[in-house]
């Protein structure tokens, strides 16, 4: 965060934080019966975020540059 608080300086942690709970917590289709069940939810998403997700962006910009 700079100097001055800016709104924006937090938007992209809350666009990240909203993808998480679409992903997994208030997705319609399902319900935890423990919470390690969440948990490894959430461990499983957060790798397809970082990894599948990002390739996948990385391959439709070059298909749009080439």
């Keep these: 965060m700079g100097a001055n608080y800016l709104c924006t300086d937090n938007s992209v942690i809350e666009n990240f934080h909203s993808l998480l709970k679409k992903g997994t917590i208030h997705s319609d289709w399902k319900k935890y019966n423990c919470i390690e069940d969440c948990i490894l939810d959430v461990q499983d998403w957060c790798i397809w ?18």
């Design 49 to 66: 975020y970082n990894k599948n997700k990002n390739s996948e962006i990385k391959l439709k910009r070059n298909k749009i540059i080439e």
